[in-house]
């Protein structure tokens, strides 16, 4: 159980393109889907929470026009990453948990996003 | 604050002996700690969690210990593993349901 899948696992575009991500919850309800960012040989860091019908609570440094997050049901979130720039290459992390704050947070397989 | 870190600290092990990988964690008030295992290119994987009102837990071939006084958190692996090759995270919970993570340690197991 508690299986979060991501699409697409890896993807390259143009700059100035954007890209959408998508994160389910395959045998849970997510009441909360949180989207992370992960450089080579660095920690995940949280990019923003986004809870069912709710707008997403993004981390300080985050410009939420860039990265749009939609949470539109209990078991799907997306990020859209607008007018990609190389800078935006990176591996983006979903995790989702149903339920309490201590709660786990079951995490995607990851997407590697390459801007060219 | 938030931990990043820009060279993973490598653990290096024979196969077969015990590993522990600890973690400084920043906040007094977090109350929920868990440990994730990341294998390259992939996601991190749920090991092994402990709430603030315990010491240790055991899983299978793992054992996670809290100190409170001086926020510090340690994995113990028992018999480890070629399998268990992959950096290991830890990860703190203070509220605003959301997760801080550790730096990571990079766990290299040698025949």
Same mark, same amino acid.
């Given at each position: 159980?508690?299986?979060?899948?991501?699409?697409? /696992?890896?993807?390259?575009?143009?700059?100035?393109?954007?890209?959408?991500?998508?994160? *389910?919850? $395959?045998?849970?309800?997510?009441?909360?889907?949180?989207?992370? *960012?992960?450089?080579?040989?660095?920690? $995940?860091?949280?990019?923003?929470?986004?809870?069912?019908?709710?707008?997403?609570?993004?981390?300080?440094?985050?410009? &939420?026009?860039?990265?749009?997050?939609?949470?539109? /049901?209990?078991?799907?979130?997306?990020?859209?990453?607008?007018?990609?720039?190389?800078?935006?290459? /990176?591996?983006?992390?979903?995790?989702? &948990?149903?339920?309490? *704050?201590?709660?786990?947070?079951?995490?995607?397989?990851?997407? *590697? $996003?390459?801007?060219? | 604050?938030?931990?990043?870190?820009?060279?993973?600290?490598?653990?290096?092990?024979?196969?077969?002996?015990?590993?522990?990988?600890?973690?400084?964690?920043?906040?007094?008030?977090?109350?929920?700690?868990?440990?994730?295992? !990341?294998?390259?290119?992939?996601? +991190?994987?749920?090991?092994?969690?402990?709430?603030?009102?315990?010491?240790?837990?055991?899983?299978?071939?793992? #054992? @996670?210990?809290?100190?409170? #006084? @001086?926020?510090?958190?340690?994995? !113990?692996?028992?018999? #480890? !593993? +070629?399998?268990?090759?992959? @950096?290991?995270?830890?990860?703190?919970?203070?509220?605003?349901?959301?997760?801080?993570?550790?730096?990571? #340690?990079?766990?290299?197991?040698?025949?």
């Amino acid at each position: 159980g508690a299986v979060v899948s991501q699409h697409p /696992s890896w993807v390259i575009c143009k700059s100035g393109t954007s890209v959408k991500i998508e994160c *389910r919850s $395959l045998d849970f309800q997510a009441t909360t889907m949180f989207w992370y *960012r992960q450089f080579p040989k660095q920690s $995940l860091m949280l990019m923003a929470t986004s809870n069912e019908g709710s707008k997403a609570t993004y981390e300080q440094g985050v410009e &939420k026009d860039k990265f749009l997050i939609n949470h539109a /049901s209990l078991t799907l979130s997306t990020l859209t990453v607008t007018s990609a720039h190389p800078e935006d290459s /990176s591996f983006y992390i979903c995790s989702a &948990k149903s339920g309490s *704050r201590t709660d786990t947070q079951y995490f995607g397989p990851g997407t *590697r $996003l390459t801007v060219l | 604050g938030e931990s990043v870190g820009l060279h993973l600290p490598t653990l290096s092990v024979q196969e077969g002996d015990n590993s522990i990988i600890n973690c400084a964690y920043s906040n007094s008030a977090s109350d929920y700690f868990i440990w994730y295992k !990341q294998e390259s290119g992939k996601g +991190p994987q749920f090991i092994i969690d402990i709430r603030s009102n315990m010491d240790k837990r055991q899983g299978q071939r793992v #054992t @996670v210990l809290l100190n409170k #006084t @001086v926020k510090h958190l340690s994995l !113990q692996i028992a018999a #480890t !593993q +070629p399998g268990d090759s992959a @950096v290991y995270f830890c990860a703190e919970s203070g509220g605003y349901n959301k997760l801080i993570f550790g730096a990571g #340690t990079r766990l290299a197991v040698h025949p």
